[in-house]
C-alpha cells in the first residue's frame, strides 16, 4: 500500500474531467424533470451527440463545430421523444427506453466508417497566470472549455430556474400542470423545449467522451453514462448545486477506485462501484422523510398532459 | 457423450433435413463459414480483428466460400439460438469467438455433428466436430515488456488488466519478467478494470497510472482511451492492444501486439475444403503468425528496437520460450527450475504473480 | 389545427386497430431505411416477420419465439399490475437479476447432489429473491413516501454489482479455471430448467408466463384486488373513499412484479441461460416494461406484445444471417415499431377533431 503516491491535486483534476460527460447529460435532464418530463432516453441522446459530434468534427476539421453539431443532433432525437409524449401523449417511461434503443441503433448506423477514425483534438485553455497557481491551478484552470462550458451551463441553469420568470413557469408546469396550464402557460411548448435543451445537453455530454475523453468512435462508447446522468439529477433531488456535487461523487467514485487499486489498496471494487447508487437512495428517502409525505420530486413528474379544454 | 434430443421430434423434421443436407459433396455450392461475435465489428478491438480474419477468409478463397456473422450476441440463451440458426441457414463451419459461448458451442455441436465448430479461447472439446483455439498473447507481451523496461524513465510501468484470469495473469507475468530482466528496478502497477471494453473508465486508469508516476501503460482492455490518456499526459507511452491503433503512432504508441486470426482461419477452411479438418487445441503464437508486433515506431531507439526484433525472431523460431527457468513465484517459491520451460498446462492454470511483483491478484 | 378530443371510454375498434396501424407504419418506414441500406426492402420485412413463423426454419425458431418471449411477458404481467394502479417499478431488471442469484445460490449449494426438491426450491428461492428486492422501494414508498421509480431504478445498479461480485466471487465456477461465472445449472440435472417436451421451447417459465396471464387477467377483470387496483389508477381519490388502503396496494403490486420477475430471473438461469455471468442480464426486466405498455397493460394484450417483441428478436437475427443486416440496422427497426405502437395509441383514447383556432 503506497497511498502517499496519490496526488490529491491531481486527482481532484482528474474528478473535474471524470465528471463532466455526465454533469452535461444531467443538467440537461435536470431541466426537463423540472418541466415535469421523465425521459428515460439520456443514454441514446448522448450516443447520438456522440457520433453526431465526431462526424460534425471529422468533417469540419472543427471540434467546436463538432459540439455544436452534437447537440443538434441530441435536440434533434429529444424532440422525437417530445413529439411523442406531448403530442401524442404517449407513457413517458416507456418511450424514453424505447429512444435508447433506437439512438444506439442509430449511432451504430451512422458511425459505421467512423471506425478507428482520429478526430481533431480539443486544446486545453491553460488560462495564464490562473494556471500556474499552485493547487487551485492543476485543479481549476488547466482544462478544456468544454469542462466550463458544463460548469456555466449549471451556473445559467440555477439562475434561470431561480430568478427568472421563464424558469418560475418551467417549475410551474413542472409541480403542476393543470394549474399552469390554468394560469394561461403553454404547458406542452414550455415541456418541448425543455426535452430539446435535454438532449442538446446529453449530445454535448457524449461528445465530451467521443472526442475529449476517449477520443474515437466505438460503439458503446458511452458505455451506461446516460443512465449514470439520471440517477445524479435523482440525487441532486433536482438542484443544480447538488448536481455538481453528484457528478463529482460519481465520476468520482470510479476515478478514486482506480487510483486505490494503483496505490495497491486492496479494495472490494463492487461495494464501492454501488455505493453512490446507496448514497442516492438514501438521499432520497432522507428528503422525502422530511418534507413528509410529499416528495422532493416535481409534482407532475411523468405524468402526460392533455388540456381538457 | 451427452445429446439433446432435438431430432427425436417430428416437428424438428425440417431442422434433420437441414442438417442432413450434403452441402459440400456436391461439389458446386460454396462452403459457408460463420462467425458468431459478442461485441460490434466496430469495436476496434477484439470482434474488429475476428472480423478482419472473416474478410481474409473471403479474400482468399474467392467464390469457394461464403461467411456469414452474427454481431453483438450476449453470452445468454441468445448465443445458442444464434450458433443453431446460422448451423440451419446452412453454415458448414463456425467459429464462435469468446469464452462464454464454451457451453453453447458444445451444445449444439452435439446435435449437428456433420458441423465443425471452432470456439475461441475455450477449453471444452465435448464432440468430434469442436475444436479450441486460442492465440500465445503472452509471446507478444514478452517482446512489449522487454521495450517497457527499456523505455520508462520512472521505472514504474503500468497494466491496465480486464480479469483475474488465467490468459490475462500470463500478460502481466510474461511482460513483468522481461521488463525486470533488462531493468532490475521496474515495478508494475497492475489496475483490474474488470471490462474488456469501457473506453471511460480504461481512460480513469491510465490517468490514475499516470499521475503516480507511471510512464509506460500496457493494456489488456480494447479501446484506444489510455492511448489518448497518455497522448494529453505527454511523455508516456503505451503499446496497441488487440487491433494496430496505428492512429496514436509514432509516440504515445510506439509498438503494439495485434491478434491475428487470418492465418488460423484461412487454414481451417482449407483443412474443411480438403476434408482433413481434425478436433484439436490449437495455440499459435507468434511462429503461427497469430501474435503480430506492429511497428516499432522511432520513438524506441534504434538498439532496443534491435533486441526486441531479436527477440521476436527467436520466439517466432522456436528457440526461446517467454517462460524460461529459474522463475520463482511471488512468494518466492520455485515456479521454474533452471532451463525449466513452462507448459502449456501450467500456463492456462497460471494463478499467481511471479517474484518480484507488488500487490495481489483479487479472489 | 388538429385537436385531440378525450373519448368517454377508450374506442374498442381503435385498441386492435392500432397495433395493426404501427407494424404497417414500421413496414414501410423500415421498409425505406433497408432499401437505402442496399437491401430488398420486401425480402427484408418478410425475413423478420414470415419466416421465423412459417419459413424454411420455423420449426426452429416457434418454440425460441416462445423462449425469448417467456420472461418477458412474466415480467411484464406482474408490471401491469402496478402500473394500473399508478405504482412505477422499473427496476424489473433488478429484480430479475437478484432472482437469479438467489436461485442460483440454492441450486450451487447443494450440487452435485440430486433431490427432486432442489429445483422447486430454486423457484421458491427466485420469488423470494426478487420479491425482497421489490419490496425495498415498496416500503420505502409506504413509509416515507419515496419515489419509487427512481429508488427501483437505483436499485438495478446495485443488483449489477451484486451480480458481478457473485459471478467473480462466492459463485464463480470452481472447475472454470478461473473464469467468472458459475456452474451451468441446464447440466445439473436436478436444477435444470429443460424443455418439457423437447424441441418445443417449453421450459418452465413459459409456462409460468401463460399461467401469470390467465391469473392476471382474471385478478384484473374478477377480483376485488383488481378493481382496487384499476380505481387506484384511474381515480386515486376515489379509490381512498371507497376503502383502499394505497399501502397495501403498493406493497401488493411491488411484490406481484418482483416476484414475478425473480421467478424469470430463476427460470433463464437454470434453462436457457444456464449460468451467473457478470453479463446475466441481457435487458428483460427494460424490455418488459415496453412490452407492458405495447400490451396496454392488458395480460392478453402483453401476452400477443411479448410474441411480437420476440418475433422482432428473432426475425432480427435471421436478418442478420441471411441478408448480412447490421444488428444496428434492427435495432433501429426495433425502435421505430416501438415509436409506431406508442404514437399510435393515442387513437385509441382521442378522438381527432379539426378546430379553427387554436384552444390555449
Partial sequence: MDLSAIS????????????????????????????????????????????????????????????????????????????????????QVATGLALTLFGIGLASLLGQGYVGVRAPSVPKLDIPVLSDLPWLGPILFRHDIIVYLG???????????????????????????????????????????????????????????????????TEGVTAGAGWIALAIVVFASWRPGRLVVGAFLFGGITVLQLNLQAARVQIPVEVLSMSPYIVTIVALVALSARKGRGSAAPGSLGQSFHAAR | MKRRTLLATGASAAVAAAMGMPVRAEGHEPLKVGFIYIGPVGDGGWTYQHDQGRLAVEEHFGDAVETIYQENVPESADAERAITQMVLSGADLIFTTSFGYMDATNTVAGKFPDVKFEHATGYRRDHPNVSTYDARFYEGRAVIGHIAGKMTKTNKIGYIASFPIPEVIQGINSSFLHAKKVNPDVEMVVIWAYTWFDPAKEADAAKAMIEQGVDVILQHTDSTAPQAAAAEAGNVFTFGQASDMAAFKPSPRIASIIDNWNPYYIK???????????????????????????????????????????????????????????????????????????TDLQLVQMDFYLEGMLGDIPS | MIRLEKRPQPSKVWTW?????????????????????????????????????????????????????????????????????????????????????????V???????????????????????????????????????????????????????????????????????????????????????????????????????????????????????????????????AAAFSGVNPGRLVLICMGIAGALA???????????????????????????????????????????????????????????????????????FQGMLLFFLLAVDVLTNYSLRWSGREVA
Fill in chain 1, 8 to 91: 490529491p491535486v491531481l486527482l481532484l483534476a482528474a474528478l473535474m474531467v471524470a465528471a463532466t460527460p455526465i454533469l452535461l447529460a444531467a443538467i440537461g435532464e435536470l431541466v426537463v424533470e423540472r418541466a415535469g418530463v421523465l425521459n428515460l432516453g439520456v443514454e441514446g441522446m448522448m450516443i447520438t451527440g456522440a457520433i453526431c459530434g465526431f462526424i460534425t468534427a471529422v468533417a469540419t476539421g472543427s471540434p467546436m463545430l463538432g459540439f455544436v453539431g452534437a447537440a443538434l443532433g441530441g435536440a434533434a432525437l429529444s424532440l422525437l421523444f417530445g413529439v411523442l409524449t406531448q403530442y401524442l401523449l404517449s407513457n
Fill in chain 2, 268 to 342: 481451417r477452411v482449407q483443412d474443411v475444403i480438403d476434408g482433413t479438418w481434425e478436433s484439436g487445441h490449437s495455440w499459435g503464437g507468434m511462429a503461427e503468425g497469430e501474435v503480430v508486433i506492429g511497428e516499432i515506431t522511432d520513438a524506441v531507439p534504434a538498439d532496443v528496437k534491435a533486441e526486441a526484433e531479436a527477440m521476436i525472431a527467436a520466439i517466432t523460431a522456436g528457440e526461446y520460450h517467454p517462460f524460461t527457468g529459474p522463475i520463482n513465484k511471488q512468494d518466492g517459491t520455485p515456479f521454474l527450475a533452471e532451463g525449466e520451460v513452462a
Fill in chain 3, 107 to 237: 441450486g450451487l449449494a447443494a450440487y452435485p447432489a440430486e433431490s427432486v426438491l432442489i429445483f422447486p426450491a430454486m423457484v421458491i428461492a427466485g420469488a423470494v429473491g426478487g420479491t425482497l428486492w421489490a419490496m425495498i422501494p415498496a416500503v420505502l414508498r409506504v413509509k416515507f413516501g419515496t419515489n419509487e421509480i427512481l429508488v427501483s431504478l437505483m436499485l438495478v445498479y446495485v443488483a449489477e454489482n451484486i451480480l458481478a461480485y457473485a459471478a467473480l466471487g462466492p459463485l464463480r465456477n470452481p472447475d472454470g479455471m478461473g473464469f467468472p461465472g458459475s456452474r451451468n445449472l441446464s447440466q445439473y440435472p436436478s436444477a435444470a430448467n429443460l424443455d418439457l417436451i423437447p424441441g418445443t421451447g417449453m421450459h418452465w417459465g413459459v409456462v409460468a408466463a401463460l399461467i401469470a396471464v390467465i391469473f392476471g387477467y382474471i385478478l384484473l377483470s374478477r377480483h376485488i384486488l383488481g378493481f382496487q387496483i384499476r380505481l387506484a389508477g384511474q381515480a386515486p381519490r
Fill in chain 1, 151 to 217: 460548469l456555466a451551463i449549471v451556473a445559467a441553469v440555477w439562475w434561470f430556474l431561480r430568478h427568472s420568470r421563464g424558469g418560475l413557469v418551467l417549475r410551474a408546469v413542472g409541480e403542476n400542470h393543470e394549474a399552469a396550464h390554468a394560469l394561461g402557460y403553454h404547458v406542452t411548448r414550455v415541456r418541448m423545449a425543455a426535452i430539446a435543451f435535454g438532449g442538446a445537453c446529453a449530445g454535448l455530454g457524449g461528445a465530451y467522451l467521443s472526442l475529449v475523453r476517449v477520443p474515437q468512435w
Fill in chain 3, 17 to 105: 386497430a392500432t397495433p395493426v396501424l404501427a407494424v404497417v407504419a414500421t413496414m414501410i418506414f423500415g421498409g425505406l431505411m433497408f432499401a437505402l441500406l442496399g437491401k430488398d426492402p420486401v425480402l427484408a420485412i418478410r425475413t423478420i416477420f414470415y419466416d421465423p413463423l412459417f419459413g424454411e426454419f420455423s420449426s426452429y425458431s416457434r418454440p425460441q419465439l416462445l423462449v425469448k418471449a417467456g420472461p418477458l411477458i412474466l415480467i411484464a404481467t406482474g408490471l401491469a399490475m402496478g402500473f394500473r394502479a399508478g405504482i412505477w417499478n422499473i427496476g424489473a431488471e433488478g429484480q430479475y437479476i437478484i432472482g437469479a442469484v438467489f436461485a442460483a445460490s
Fill in chain 3, 262 to 332: 425473480g421467478l424469470a430471473g430463476m427460470f433463464e438461469v437454470a434453462g436457457p441461460a444456464g449460468r451467473i455471468s457478470i453479463d446475466f442480464n441481457v435487458g428483460y426486466g427494460f424490455t418488459a416494461i415496453i412490452v407492458a405498455f405495447l400490451g396496454r397493460l392488458h395480460p392478453v394484450g402483453i401476452l400477443l406484445a411479448g410474441l411480437l417483441m420476440a418475433l422482432t428478436y428473432i426475425g432480427g437475427e435471421v436478418a442478420q444471417l441471411t441478408l448480412g443486416l447490421p444488428v444496428a440496422a434492427i435495432q433501429l
